[in-house]
């Protein structure tokens, strides 16, 4: 047999221009053509060995779908994909792939690896939008087990779990804080990495499929983890996220004008504060931006800046470009809007005026040192280096920790001093009996993925659990 | 969706609705917050629990109209409904046998401080209330503060009903008069509580209020309310509503409020100019 040529670089992907974008909340990635998308398809080698699925969390037969995806026939390809994944269009636009599946490919040691996510968002898209007639049946439901979970959070650990729970038969409510479903895909992620119509096409499929939602209830407050258990349900999921954000505790973080990413992204995502007045929500719209952090967080936050109408807006962080913990895909399309990096820089103190509004941001220069716990050159700050980045808006993407509203209000629940709750990686089983835990409150702010994973895993616990006779904990 | 189950006008543009909420209603205790968001477009309005019915599973909220969401909030009646209501959020008042405590409501404190004076007075409490507004007409729940209170003390700024003069007037006099008090709670506009906590910070009076900082989320997510209690950062959605009143910055949380001045502007205008543009009908259909 010949050998096949292989063709380099992955097929691009189109994207509006940066010029074009940062005008508008569209999405930046327009997704492949049928055609690109069958030629990166035959890109793929087809592995025996295929390690692109190792690298995968939650095991998608990467091969599988990607030959269905060659031959042109797109239903296949979704069918085997939503095995292993039950939220395509979202990983496929979301997942670090060149951390994951795309970073084990085979052809990544010489070239480009296949375009794994790129054709993963392609296959769920083609099916995204056919109205639920046309879509090739679900495989009918196991008989009812007579068994009730809750989800505690509706985000992508919560989601998972319910869908898989579902399908194993169980009956599942997933409670929800906010208004709408989704977690940090709908408040967090914005509309033009993720429109939030695809999540809540999701969230309805799952809905179609048995799940009940119930948004506005706040487990914690509105009833506890202890009532759940002792009301109806057999066993409780809990996956609440890392959502609280955290401060620096520099002077003059509360003026007006210094926003923590999430408020900045809440107002923005779900709120729609980019559409007021016609959305009541209104937001701050600063001239001039600087955003404190360099994870996606903050990358989200300054590309969202932009579109709001900042004329100029820093990223600050306090190391260099080699540490920036974004996606490299984020990063470099942050670079080519605009966004002005001042690395190996940290803010000291924010600066107002009379009516407590930001006026500036004092910053101090840092060089890397020793290798601190993580591996990573600690910085040091550079004496006398304080300068003043002239700013209205300051948003601080530090990152988040777990919320403690649930741990707090749940007797019999350990949490470790960074406020995650305990419990086993593998089931998520915790101390307390009939309540497992998975997602961003199990391991702190992770992926969309690795919470999927997490969901998917403590979904498979619970089920053998609820069916032991025994039900030892 | 969670239906107002009945409307009534107070006081000019402050209104009472009884909303079907059982989850929130079984739980509800004094001192906590609601919030609700009225449809698709709205923005999420924190309001506090002016009480509740457990066994009728309501909750009464009473609000102010003073920009557009209230405003927009005012225009329904019932038989219409609320797209989301979620609570009750927040800290619980915290609520002992403290002795003598002042219960002081000002304005659209009046029913955020009235359940609280209930729990203190089944506590075994002797409760004094104060109640306040500008004029006579502004002046709300005056029979209900009556029934939760023991003594109730009524001030207006204009002496139209009561005696003439603020809120913190009686309360000085009481000082001033050296009557025991073990307590205060105050619940008003910043620059009543401001008050309240400058009169008794000086005699070493405990004293309580609930912050109206600007919310979003309300269970800790976001960080928008957060405010300066005793030089540390406190949001009050999750480590209040209510805090010493001794220790919280209430300049800085009155500059806060006004972080989205020329926005509330910019929507009421836009929401005036909308409704004229409407048949007149329309708008007055609920009344
Ligand atoms: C701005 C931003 C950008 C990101 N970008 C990426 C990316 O590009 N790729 C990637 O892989 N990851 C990204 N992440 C990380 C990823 O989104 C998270 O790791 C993931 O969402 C965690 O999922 P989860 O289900 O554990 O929790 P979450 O998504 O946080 O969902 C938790 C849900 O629980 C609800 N909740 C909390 N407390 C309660 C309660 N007491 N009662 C009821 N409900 C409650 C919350 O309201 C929320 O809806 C990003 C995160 C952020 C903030
Ligand atoms: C815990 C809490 C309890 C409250 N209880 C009551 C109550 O029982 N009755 C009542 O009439 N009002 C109450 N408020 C205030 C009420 O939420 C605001 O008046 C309302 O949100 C104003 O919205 P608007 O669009 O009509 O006015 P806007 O024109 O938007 O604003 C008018 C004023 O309201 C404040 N405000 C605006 N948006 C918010 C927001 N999202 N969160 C908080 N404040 C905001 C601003 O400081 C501004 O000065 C409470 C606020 C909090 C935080
Ligand atoms: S789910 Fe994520 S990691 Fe897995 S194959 Fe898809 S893009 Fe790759
Ligand atoms: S490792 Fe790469 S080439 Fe091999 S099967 Fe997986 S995607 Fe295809
Ligand atoms: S309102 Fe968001 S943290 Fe309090």
Same mark, same amino acid.
């Given at each position: 047999m010949a050998r096949k040529e292989i063709i380099p670089k992955k097929h691009a992907m189109p994207c509006q221009t940066p010029a074009e974008r940062v005008k508008n909340f569209a999405e930046v990635a327009l997704g492949y053509s049928e055609q690109t998308a069958m030629a990166e398809a035959a890109r793929c080698l087809q592995c025996k060995r295929p390690t692109c699925v190792d690298g995968c969390p939650v095991e998608v037969d990467i091969p599988g779908f990607i030959a269905r995806v060659a031959a042109g026939d797109f239903v296949g390809a979704a069918q085997r994909l939503k095995e292993k994944n039950l939220?395509?269009?979202?990983?496929?636009?979301?997942?670090?792939?060149? %951390?994951?599946?795309?970073?084990?490919? /085979?052809?990544?040691? #010489?070239?480009?690896?296949?375009?794994?996510?790129?054709?993963?968002? $392609?296959?769920?898209? /083609?099916? !995204?939008?056919?109205?639920?007639?046309? !879509?090739?049946? *679900?495989?009918?439901?196991?008989?009812?087990? &007579? $068994? +009730?979970?809750?989800?505690?959070?509706?985000?992508?650990?919560?989601?998972?779990?319910?869908?898989?729970?579902?399908? !194993?038969?169980?009956?599942?409510?997933?409670?929800?804080?906010?208004?709408?479903?989704?977690?940090?895909?709908?408040?967090?992620?914005?509309?033009?990495?993720?429109? +939030?119509?695809?999540?809540?096409?999701?969230?309805?499929?799952?809905?179609?499929?048995?799940?009940?939602?119930?948004?506005?209830?706040?487990?914690? #407050?509105? *009833? /506890?983890? %202890?009532?759940?258990?002792?009301?109806?349900?057999?066993?409780? $999921?809990?996956?609440?996220?890392?959502?609280?954000?955290?401060?620096?505790?520099?002077?003059?973080?509360? !003026?007006?004008?210094?926003?923590?990413?999430? *408020? $900045?992204?809440?107002?923005?995502?779900?709120?729609?504060?980019?559409?007021?007045?016609?959305?009541? /929500?209104?937001?701050?719209?600063? #001239?001039?931006?600087?955003?404190? &952090?360099?994870?996606?967080?903050?990358?989200?936050?300054?590309?969202?800046?932009?579109?709001?109408?900042?004329?100029?807006?820093?990223?600050?962080?306090?190391?260099?470009?080699?540490?920036?913990?974004?996606?490299?895909?984020?990063?470099?399309?942050?670079?080519?809007?605009?966004?002005?990096?001042?690395?190996?820089?940290?803010?000291?103190?924010?600066?107002?005026? #009379?009516?407590?509004?930001?006026?500036?941001?004092?910053?101090?220069?840092m060089e890397l040192g020793e290798p601190d716990a993580s591996g990573r050159r600690r910085p040091v700050a550079v004496p006398q280096s304080e300068h003043v980045l002239p700013v209205d808006t300051v948003i601080m993407a530090i990152g988040q920790s777990p919320n403690p509203l649930v741990p707090a209000t749940t007797p019999g629940l350990e949490t470790t001093r960074h406020g995650t709750i305990v419990g086993d990686p593998e089931t998520g089983k915790t101390g307390k009996r009939g309540v497992f835990v998975g997602g961003d409150i199990l391991t702190g702010a992770a992926t969309v993925i690795l919470a999927m994973g997490a969901g998917r895993k403590s979904a498979r616990a619970i089920d053998v659990w609820l069916r032991d006779p025994e039900r030892k904990w | 969706m969670f239906p107002i189950l009945a409307a009534r006008t107070l006081a000019p543009l402050v209104k009472e609705f009884v909303i079907d909420a059982r989850p929130v209603a079984l739980k509800a205790k004094a001192g906590q917050f609601i919030v609700l968001r009225i449809d698709e477009t709205g923005e999420r309005i924190p309001l506090t629990i002016a009480g509740v019915d457990a066994t009728q599973g309501t909750v009464r909220i009473v609000f102010l109209e003073v920009g557009k969401s209230t405003r927009k909030l005012g225009t329904l009646g019932a038989g219409d409904s609320l797209l989301d209501f979620v609570g009750p959020l927040g800290n619980p008042s915290h609520v002992e046998k403290f002795g003598t405590v002042v219960c002081i409501g000002g304005g659209v404190g009046v029913p955020a401080v009235l359940p609280i004076a209930h729990a203190l007075k089944a506590a075994g409490n002797h409760v004094i209330g104060i109640t306040g507004a500008r004029r006579a007409d502004l002046l709300i729940l005056e029979d209900e503060m009556r029934g939760a209170c023991h003594e109730l003390f009524v001030t207006t700024d204009d002496g139209s009903r009561g005696d003439r003069g603020l809120v913190t007037d009686p309360l000085r006099r009481f000082i001033a008069e050296g009557r025991k008090i073990d307590l205060v709670v105050a619940v008003g506009p910043a620059i009543m509580m401001k008050a309240v906590a400058a009169a008794t910070q000086p005699h070493g009076l405990k004293t309580v209020v609930s912050l109206n900082s600007v919310m979003v989320d309300g269970t800790g997510m976001c960080g928008g309310c957060r405010v300066t209690v005793g030089g540390q950062t406190k949001f009050v959605c999750v480590d209040g509503p209510e805090f010493d009143a001794h220790q919280v910055n209430f300049d800085e949380l009155m500059m806060r409020q006004r972080m989205? @001045?020329?926005?509330?502007?910019?929507?009421?205008?836009?929401?005036?100019?909308? @409704?004229?543009?409407?048949? @007149?009908?329309?708008?007055?259909? @609920?009344?």
């Open positions: 939220l395509p269009s979202i990983c496929g636009r979301v997942c670090p792939q060149e %951390d994951q599946c795309e970073a084990r490919c /085979t052809l990544s040691k #010489k070239f480009e690896p296949v375009g794994i996510g790129r054709l993963e968002r $392609f296959v769920a898209d /083609t099916q !995204l939008w056919l109205e639920p007639a046309a !879509l090739p049946p *679900e495989p009918p439901l196991p008989p009812a087990s &007579g $068994f +009730k979970v809750a989800v505690v959070g509706s985000g992508p650990a919560g989601l998972t779990a319910a869908g898989d729970l579902v399908r !194993l038969g169980h009956r599942v409510t997933v409670f929800e804080a906010l208004h709408k479903a989704g977690g940090v895909l709908v408040y967090g992620i914005p509309e033009f990495r993720l429109p +939030k119509a695809i999540v809540e096409r999701e969230v309805q499929a799952l809905q179609r499929m048995g799940v009940e939602l119930r948004t506005n209830f706040v487990i914690g #407050k509105t *009833e /506890t983890i %202890d009532e759940l258990l002792a009301n109806s349900y057999d066993a409780v $999921f809990v996956a609440t996220g890392a959502g609280l954000p955290h401060f620096m505790n520099i002077p003059g973080e509360n !003026l007006n004008g210094v926003y923590s990413a999430n *408020e $900045f992204l809440t107002r923005a995502n779900l709120m729609k504060a980019y559409r007021f007045p016609e959305y009541d /929500t209104p937001i701050h719209l600063g #001239k001039r931006v600087a955003v404190v &952090g360099a994870g996606n967080v903050a990358m989200d936050a300054a590309r969202t800046a932009l579109r709001l109408g900042a004329e100029k807006v820093f990223l600050v962080y306090r190391r260099s470009h080699e540490e920036m913990p974004a996606r490299a895909e984020e990063i470099e399309h942050a670079e080519e809007e605009g966004i002005d990096l001042r690395l190996l820089t940290s803010p000291v103190r924010i600066l107002g005026d #009379k009516e407590n509004w930001v006026t500036g941001c004092e910053c101090i220069r | 989205y @001045r020329n926005q509330e502007k910019t929507a009421l205008t836009r929401y005036d100019e909308c @409704r004229s543009a409407q048949p @007149r009908e329309e708008v007055t259909s @609920r009344g």
